[in-house]
């Protein structure tokens, strides 16, 4: 069974830093692009940044491009999203995604951490 499990989220002071890491289970993880989505209140879930099976190319949203980095560990089955000069708005729950495949029965997603910049 595949399962994706998210932490490092919690309260955070604007211009703080955070790193969420996603554990992945249940699939050859190195073979499989990962990606990092969002949520915030009363908004649609919106990709923050994505990056290849073997970790040669990324891209960011443009709204956390130059503060967010995404990475991954492929001998530790994890994603990373190392998250600096945070602001109010990126407050939002971020979701960890494995695209498996293009249609939903092959997308999955972990359970969430939230994350809240505020003073």
């Known amino acids: 069974e595949v399962q994706l499990v998210e932490s490092g989220g919690g309260l955070v002071q604007p211009g703080g830093s955070l790193r969420l890491s996603c554990a992945a289970s249940?699939?050859?993880?190195?073979?499989?692009?990962m990606s990092w989505y969002r949520q915030a209140p009363g908004k649609e879930r919106e990709l923050v940044a994505g990056i290849t099976s073997v970790g040669g190319s990324t891209n960011y949203a443009d709204s956390v491009k130059g503060r967010f980095t995404i990475s991954r560990d492929n001998a530790k089955n994890t994603v990373y999203l190392q998250m600096n000069s945070l602001k109010p708005e990126d407050t939002a729950v971020y979701y960890c995604?494995?695209?498996?495949?293009?249609?939903?029965?092959?997308?999955?997603w972990g359970q969430g951490t939230q994350v809240t910049v505020s003073s």
């Open positions: 249940g699939f050859t993880f190195s073979s499989y692009a």
């Open positions: 995604n494995a695209p498996l495949g293009v249609t939903v029965a092959w997308q999955y």
